[in-house]
């Protein structure tokens, strides 16, 4: 699978990174910045290359035809938001993921239907969640064109879910349990396994359905729980 | 018309100068104040320094009930940002953006944008100079 990453910052290289370790990705990284290109190709070799990744001609230089995903993450939002609908619209990437830097452009985003959209501020906010003890439900990963997400909610003691049944819940529609992690490991879910105390569960849910669930996992009402 | 135009560049001012003679409200926004000496005195509109792909800006410069919105700044991408910004979330009916990469600028014209690349036209008129009749 051939991937493009535009933006060579620190989050662009930290993909590189990770991309890198994958056997069966090939990966080009895009980098306006002469000389930021030039010192991550002395680390990272042929796969950077030097150039500006909201430009088609550039673009279709690097391979951008065949490429089957396209990460947008520069600091710019001007170019990310560009750069998205280009991979889009003119090359027909399949899948494209942006970083929104400032969070009030992130409606402008979701509106011109950049399908996946990292937010800075919300990965953060995840991860500053994801460690405090009583963490509830973190975010994972937004499904933006179905306009759900995916999310890891940890059972609390004396909550509502704690001890009973997956059938016996009152899920809100649209609700999807996929996989419960517990001590002796990940399982798929049916009706009859029993949520405890500690269990992890990896959900697909819609928007809406935050709340409730969160009140369910906590034991908390539903209007206590917002963050 | 209300008219808010981003970027107070020799295209940009001199497009304000000529719409506020025309009789139409205009405002035009520039993050450097220094550019607004491009104006000419005649010039009766509003003067706004500010980024125009900042809602705050676009706000206070009157994008809300704005009929037309021209980006004219100097970064392509900036201009996009903030034209589909003004067309997408602020309504506005009659959308302009330069776009100084040709491709780029058929792109965002197919997307909806009236774009023009003035990197384009300056390659016909180039061209159409160099053998229209009468050189010596």
Redesign the interface.
Known sequence: MYIIVVGGGNVGYGLALELQQLPDYEVTIVELSGSRASALRDELGEMVVHGDG????FLEGVGARRAELLIAVTA????N??TA??AR??FKIPRVITRVNDP??E??FR??GVDSIVSASDAVMAQIEATMPEHTLVPLMALESAGLRVVSMRVQAGSTAEGKALRDLTLPTGVLITIVITPDGALAPDGSTVLRHGDEIIAVIPREADETLRAMVTGAHPDDGRS | MRVVIMGCGRVGAGLATRLAAEQHHVTVLDTDAFAFRRLLPEFDGRRLVGSGTDDRMLVQAGIETADMFVAVASGDNRNILASQKAQSMYGVKVVVTRVKDPLRAELFGRLGLRTFSPTKVGIELAHDALFAPGGR
């Open positions: 909201s430009e088609i001609a710019d939002d001007g170019a938001l560009v609908q280009v619209h003119w009030r452009n409606a402008l509106k011109l």
